[in-house]
C-alpha cells in the first residue's frame, strides 16, 4: 500500500517561498507506475490541482500556477517537492501530495496547512 | 470559484439512496470520460471511490456508484450509512487547466 506524508514550514512570509516535501512509502517512486502530484484547498473552498510530476522528471502545471511552481523529485530519498514563489496571502491552503495517473489521484497524503502571514 | 458545480450539501436517511451531481461543460465532464470522486474525512487523507465515471478501486463497496449524463456527473451512495458522512469531490480532466475539481459537497446522515 502506497502511503504519503507532505512535511515543510507551516508559516511562510508573504513573498517568501512555500516549500513543502512528501515523502512516498510502499512503492518505488521511480517505478514508472504513478504521476505525483500537488493539490491544495484554501480554507473552506473546494480542490485546486496545481501539478504534477513524473519519474522521469518531467512536470505539468495548473496554467494559474505555472509561473511560480516548481515541481522535483528526489528518487535516491524517495521523495517529490513543491516549490511556490512570491506567496501571499491567497496561498493560504491545506496543500496535499499525491500519486495516481494524470488525471486521476489512487494515493493521498493527509495533507499540511500552510498560512502565508508576516 | 471552482471548475466544476456541486450542491454544498446533501443529506439522507440510513438506508436511504442519494445522488451529488457534478456539472461542467463540453470542455472537461461533457467531453471526456475522466471523471473521478473522492470522499474526504476532514483530518484524514481524501480517498478515491470511482474513476472514469463509473469504475470503482478495488475494496471500494459496490454501494458507491458513478454515471454521466451530457455535462454532468453523478455520484450514487445506496444503503446510506453513518460512516459515509464526509465531503464528496469530483474532478474531470479539463482541456483547459488538465484537471479541474468541483467545490466539493457534505453529506449529512440524518
Known amino acids: 500500500q502506497v502511503q504519503l506524508q507532505e512535511s515543510g514550514p507551516g508559516l511562510v512570509k508573504p513573498s517568501q517561498t512555500l516549500s513543502l516535501t512528501c515523502t512516498v512509502s510502499?512503492?518505488?517512486?521511480?517505478?514508472?507506475?504513478?504521476?505525483w502530484s500537488w493539490i491544495r484547498q484554501h480554507p473552506g473552498k473546494g480542490l485546486e490541482w496545481i501539478g504534477y510530476?513524473?519519474?522521469?522528471?518531467?512536470?505539468y502545471y495548473n496554467p494559474s500556477l505555472k509561473s511560480r511552481v516548481t515541481i522535483s523529485v528526489d528518487t535516491s530519498k524517495n521523495q517529490f517537492s513543491l516549490k511556490l514563489s512570491s506567496v501571499t496571502a491567497a496561498d493560504t491552503a491545506v496543500y496535499y501530495c499525491?500519486?495516481?495517473?494524470?488525471?486521476?489521484?489512487?494515493?493521498w497524503g493527509q495533507g499540511t496547512l500552510v498560512t502565508v502571514s508576516s | 470559484q471552482s471548475a466544476l458545480t456541486q450542491p454544498a450539501s446533501v443529506s439522507g436517511s440510513p438506508g436511504q439512496s442519494i445522488t451529488i451531481s457534478c456539472t461542467g461543460t463540453s470542455s472537461d465532464v461533457g467531453g471526456y470520460n475522466y471523471v473521478s470522486w473522492y470522499q474526504h474525512h476532514p483530518g484524514k487523507a481524501p480517498k478515491l471511490m470511482i474513476y472514469?465515471?463509473?469504475n470503482r478501486p478495488s475494496g471500494v463497496s459496490n454501494r458507491f456508484s458513478g454515471s454521466k449524463s451530457g455535462n454532468t456527473a453523478s455520484l450514487t451512495i445506496s444503503g446510506l450509512q453513518a460512516e459515509d458522512e464526509a465531503d464528496y469531490y469530483c474532478s474531470s480532466y479539463t482541456s483547459s487547466t488538465t484537471l479541474g475539481f468541483g467545490g466539493g459537497t457534505k453529506l449529512t446522515v440524518l
Open positions: 472514469e465515471v463509473s
Open positions: 510530476i513524473y519519474s522521469s522528471g518531467s512536470t
Open positions: 499525491a500519486g495516481g495517473d494524470t488525471v486521476t489521484f489512487n494515493y
Open positions: 510502499g512503492d518505488s517512486i521511480s517505478s514508472g507506475f504513478y504521476y
